[in-house]
């Protein structure tokens, strides 16, 4: 597995375009959010009646996919991890106070394809592609990337 500096060094590569550095700042973290609601948005009766919490923080498919890949972030930094863990749960909390004003499904949706449509705007001023097209990992090395450089500024 490589380092989280050797991921972090090749997903720059391909994001030194300021614009779409700004892009990605408001982008990234948007695709990540609107996952989360995304995966919030299926049908959880299964958890509810396995696990029987009564916690909708706890009983849906977005916790559930948190999990796994808060693993991964830990797998790379306990730095990383704890970043992603806090955005995280803001991102569960969040989306679960959407959820009891408007549909969580079409609003996911909706942030996922414009923050989509932000990113591939952001990599044509570039004129490169977004790396996850070369590993998929990237799509997960994104987020941490744009934490490590909003908060080192």
Known sequence: MKTLQQWFDEYAESHQHKTNQKLHFICVPSIYFSIVGLFMSIDSSFLKDTFKLNNPYLENWGTVLLVFILLFYLKLS??????????????????????????????????????????????????????????????????????EKLFSR
């Open 78 to 147: 306990k730095k990383v991890f704890l970043r992603m863990l806090v955005f995280s749960i803001i991102s569960v909390i969040l989306n679960q106070l959407i959820s009891t004003r408007v549909n969580l499904l079409y609003f996911s949706l909706f942030v996922f394809v414009i923050a989509w449509i932000g990113q591939f705007y952001g990599h044509h001023l570039e004129g490169k592609k977004p790396s996850f097209f070369k590993d998929l990992q990237f799509l997960l090395i994104g987020p941490p990337w744009v934490f």
